[in-house]
């Protein structure tokens, strides 16, 4: 565990705010070695010691609030009259202990996007967005994720062996993307990278965030001179009239939010299949539906663990601590879905329960969970259809995964199965 003295200035709430610590007077980190190999004993402990609220520190020693509770992410997701998503209030950045260089950035700072606005500006920017998303999701994304998928699993069909991280649910998603957007197919492997990179956060972090930009300034430059029928055109044409830097923006947004979700969600999925055969067998069957074992993992494991972030407009109380304006929360929402105020016994299956907190909530729930849904769904049935006998290669226990400040990856996912020729 990562931690310094508590009697840093920065501590979120000011002078008398409780400080988070591992009994001998220390902050929490939320990020490093001991946060990357179990973030859910950090999230345990500082229920235990604090409740639904725990301040702890960001990367760089940044000061913030950890929501835990399941009803406190809701109050903040759903009230942004006090808790918005306008970094310019947030009081450490303005006070100059954040700067441009920050790692954090890219996932907390202001961008000219509808995830940074709130009230009419917000309106205005998420309407091309859903207007968007929505007529791409009528153009066969199930059958743009049946042939990528069917391209992956023909790449390592007659090994007899894979591993379903790295040869599949990393990249599928990112392949998906770059047809919905019209960006060539060979862009996907460098782009998922970059995401991978902005979200784990380190000092990388800036370099690979410029480096989705330079891309995709380079596609809307295009898209201008040879319009088509897809994501990137939809946004430079739609009636909102976006100026350059918001069509930027918005890109950068989905295509980071989209693939880092899917594909870890779509690792999840897998993972539970291949470890519960109980699963496995009702999909198999028909007895149960693949959309069932997604709603699973949504409450178990949900592919964003923290969501960026909100900010205090004004003093307020938030789970009986004082929370000071221009503070910023983080949500904790795989926290948060295992509250055990809501789920006293988290071993009993969720079936239907679609409350989760996995798609946030409010006026900035995820505008593109259907087709999320839609990937990994149409990703799960073509794998099973092409390798009926797939089974895991390891012992479950064996499964390992790293955690960054806002996620928690499954390492791999190494199965065996008969070997086969290539579909054709």
């Known amino acids: 565990m990562n931690d ?3 009697s840093a200035p920065d501590a979120p709430g000011g002078r008398g705010c409780p400080v988070a610590h591992d009994g001998v007077g220390h902050l929490t980190r939320l990020y490093g070695p001991g946060a990357a190999t179990d973030p859910h004993g950090i999230y345990a402990r500082l229920r ?3 409740g639904a609220l725990a301040p702890i520190l960001l990367e760089g020693d940044v000061p913030a609030w950890l929501v835990l ?3 406190e992410n809701r109050r903040v997701l759903d009230n942004p009259s006090q808790f918005s998503r306008d970094a310019r209030i947030w009081r450490d950045w303005k006070e100059g202990r954040v700067d441009a260089t920050s790692p954090l950035i890219p996932m907390l700072g202001r961008h000219s996007d509808c995830a940074s606005q709130d009230g009419e500006p917000h309106r205005r920017l998420r309407g091309a967005v859903t207007d968007n998303l929505g007529t791409i999701s009528g153009r066969g994304i199930r059958r743009h994720v049946t042939h990528f998928a069917h391209r992956q699993i023909d790449a390592f069909a007659d090994a007899g062996s894979a591993d379903l991280v790295a040869d599949y649910a990393e990249y599928l998603p990112m392949l998906v993307l770059t047809r919905l957007f019209g960006l060539p197919a060979a862009e996907g492997r460098n782009l998922a990278e970059s ?3 902005v979200v784990k956060g380190g000092e990388e972090a800036l370099a690979h965030d410029d480096r989705i930009l330079r891309i995709l300034a380079e596609l809307a430059e295009r898209k201008r001179a040879e319009p088509g029928p897809d994501f990137t055109t939809g946004l430079i044409g739609h009636p909102a009239d976006l100026d350059e830097e918001e069509i930027l923006s918005h890109l950068r947004l989905v295509l980071i939010i989209a693939h880092t979700t899917t594909s870890n969600l779509l690792a999840r999925v897998l993972q539970l299949i291949l470890t519960d055969t109980s699963w496995l067998a009702g999909l198999v069957s028909g007895q149960l539906d693949i959309s069932a074992v997604v709603e699973e993992v949504m409450w ?3 592919p964003l663990a923290v969501l960026p972030g ?3 407009v004004g003093d307020l109380e938030l789970a009986g601590y004082p929370v000071k304006e221009g503070d910023l929360l983080v949500l904790g929402l795989g926290a948060g879905n295992l509250d055990p105020e809501i789920r006293p016994d988290p071993g009993v299956r969720v079936q239907g329960n679609q409350s989760h907190l996995a798609f946030s909530g ?13 990937v990994i769904e149409t990703a799960v049935d073509v794998l099973l259809h092409r390798l009926p006998d797939l089974r895991l290669a390891v012992p479950a226990d064996a499964l390992t995964s790293t955690a960054s400040t806002w996620e928690t990856r499954l390492d791999a996912l190494p199965v065996e199965f008969a070997a086969r020729t290539a579909d054709v």
């Open 300 to 302: 178990n494991a949900p």
């Open 48 to 50: 235990k010691e604090y």
């Open 69 to 71: 509770g399941y009803r």
């Open 310 to 312: 909100r900010f205090a």
């Open 195 to 197: 995401c991978a990179h």
């Open 362 to 374: 409010g006026a900035h729930e995820c505008p593109g969970q259907y087709i999320g849904q839609a």
């Open 4 to 6: 310094q003295p508590s």
